[in-house]
């Protein structure tokens, strides 16, 4: 039976749990101590390990498969369903000590979802445990917040992720050599999941367990570091006939929010150089151009070309551009408006 990487590899216990100590550490100090506050809001960007952490957590407290109840809010975020749970919870466990509800997404729940779940939050049953699970902070009811135990995940760094796609390809017996993997893990953007799914895929596509740089690009749909290089210098000095043939040619093998994002690390990076004077430490400190195959002379290059180009003002229409580009239909038309809107 053919397994995701992300379920095969799944941590089991705190031991296994990859990038997230101080979390770690705290859920430990709870459980051996044995003082556990009955709600929890684990925060944190998609894929980094909230509700796998959750169930470690549950498993810790020697809590059966059988009085672990998982509830998607995405799908069930109605009054009525919280109705549901505030009865459910008045039932005592079957083979634990505790029931424990794990929620994820817990931000979609509607307010009336949200008025019914305080009430429970507030006058808890001694059997019952909460943990929800969110990406979006700010849209949880200061009254919700309030009554949790906030646990905060880090967002892993690119090294981070890079560690845990060399552990994990190791693993599988996969052949990967570190540039590669980092180039993995900026297209995952900081999660396990996404580095998983993308890892898999260039497993699945190689037959020899080799996977190179190449192949790599090819299959992520990462576009060269030369049209990536050419794209912004042509949009420093204004030649936007040029920018549409590269944008022409590249479309049907790249992924629009991956080469929109190393023009983003690429334009940065040119910031950063003009402010810092050409410090290539704090540069490469902050972006590692080695990921989108640019050299440091390549930076100063661009940006003695054109430096009033590489301004924030302009960096902050990128980023806009892209939060844009990843909810619309044709993506490459807000590209183009940002690249040859001047």
Request: hydrophobic residues 40%; aromatic residues 8%; proline residues 3%.
């Amino acid at each position: 039976m053919h397994h995701t990487l992300y379920r095969k590899h799944r941590p089991a216990n705190f031991n296994q749990v990859f990038g997230q100590q101080n979390v770690v550490k705290i859920l430990s100090a709870f459980v051996a101590n044995d003082a556990l506050p009955h709600a929890y809001l684990f925060i944190g960007s998609r894929g980094i390990g909230k509700t796998s952490v959750a169930r470690i957590f549950a498993n810790s407290l020697n809590i059966k498969p059988e009085d672990i109840i998982e509830i998607d809010a995405a799908s069930n975020r109605g009054i009525d369903d919280i109705r549901a749970l505030r009865e459910s919870v008045y039932t005592l466990p079957m083979l634990s000590e505790y029931k424990i509800y794990i929620i994820d997404e817990v931000h979609m729940l509607t307010k009336e979802a949200f008025n019914a779940l305080l009430k429970t939050l507030e006058e808890p049953p001694k059997h019952c445990l909460f943990i929800l699970a969110t990406t979006e902070r700010e849209k949880v009811p200061e009254t919700i917040l309030s009554r949790c135990q906030l646990i905060n995940f880090e967002t892993p760094s690119n090294e981070v992720v890079t560690e845990f796609i060399l552990d994990i390809a190791q693993k599988e017996g996969a052949k990967l050599d570190t540039k590669t993997a980092g180039l993995i893990a900026k297209n995952a953007r900081g999660g396990f999941r996404d580095a998983l799914t993308l890892l898999q895929q260039l497993i699945d596509t190689n037959d020899d367990g080799k996977i190179d740089e190449a192949n790599a690009r090819l299959v992520l749909g990462v576009s060269s570091a030369e049209n990536v290089l050419k794209t912004l210098t042509y949009y420093a000095v204004g030649e936007h006939a040029e920018i549409l043939k590269i944008l022409n040619n590249i479309k049907v093998t790249t992924k629009p929010l991956v080469f929109l994002d190393s023009l983003i690390d690429l334009f940065r990076a040119c910031m950063i150089y003009r402010v810092t004077k050409g410090d290539a430490k704090t540069i490469n400190e902050l972006i590692k151009l080695e990921h989108i195959g640019i050299t440091n002379d390549e930076v100063k290059n661009l940006v003695e070309l054109a430096p009033d180009k590489f301004q924030s003002k302009n960096l902050i229409k990128f980023l806009e551009v892209f939060e844009s580009a990843r909810h619309a239909t044709y993506p490459w038309i807000y590209i183009e408006g940002l690249l040859i809107g001047d």
